[in-house]
């Protein structure tokens, strides 16, 4: 549920892209400073599982995918849910969110890249890197949950946490990577046409590196630390942003 304008609370409804596990933190957590809260059954739920010593069960979602009121599909799946005391939780939440943020970026830097490598600089070049983001979330589900059941398994302690994080990461940039290579193949192309995909190729992987104002963004997320510009190559930039 979320809160609208007369302080009520109003139902979340799935998108038609179904529901993806950046929806899983308001889904399956109680958060108490969150502006988005889960169903009262869940909590219940919550709530039992501890009762029982239970820690990890499914969590069943579903409803209708609505246009203005009119329903377009329905929309089912069932993640993962634990059962946790509001440490844990909490501590879920924050794994949950970096692990989110980090690949919204990467999503960007991959959608970013494609049309880059298709369609160069231009201003009316289609959004065609738009199905890739979306695949990338789906790609990512699995990463995503093994990191967290991995990181409440060993405590969530800043050592597993911060593993969690990295054995998350490497299989992500592989398959961004993997994503860029199927939406832009350099076989197709003519010599301008694989000179672009060269162009954002490396780009794609220097914001994978941590470089750039998406890749800092991405690391920053996953409390990595980015790496230092040279500084040859920051005077570079600091004078080509000056002269414009």
Sequence with gaps: YYPVASGEL??????PTGFQWRDW????????DAKRRPA???????????????????????????????ARGWQQ????????????????????????????SAGFALSSAIVAALYGDRDDAPRVGDPFRQRLWAMTEP???????????????????????????????????????EAAP????????????????????????????TGVAMYTALNFTPPEVPQGRRKKAVAKGASK
Excluded: W
């Design 10 to 15: 109003s139902a979340m409804h799935p998108q």
């Design 25 to 32: 933190v308001d889904l399956a957590l109680q958060r108490p």
């Design 40 to 70: 009262a059954v869940v909590v219940a739920a919550q709530n039992r599982l501890r009762s029982i010593r239970r820690t990890e069960s499914r969590l069943l979602v579903f409803g209708y995918d609505c246009d203005n009121a009119k």
């Design 77 to 104: 799946t069932s993640p993962p849910f634990f059962g946790g005391d509001a440490t844990e939780r909490e501590g879920l939440a924050a794994l949950a969110e970096e692990l989110s943020a980090a690949v919204d």
């Design 143 to 181: 990463l995503f949950f093994e990191a967290l059941s991995g990181a409440r398994k060993a405590g969530l302690r800043l050592d597993t946490v911060s593993q969690a994080r990295r054995n998350f990461f490497a299989p992500l940039r592989r398959i961004v990577l993997r994503l860029f290579d």
């Design 186 to 213: 350099v076989s197709s192309m003519n010599v301008i046409g694989v000179r672009r995909i060269a162009k954002a190729s490396h780009h794609l992987e220097g914001t994978l590196a941590g470089y750039g104002k």
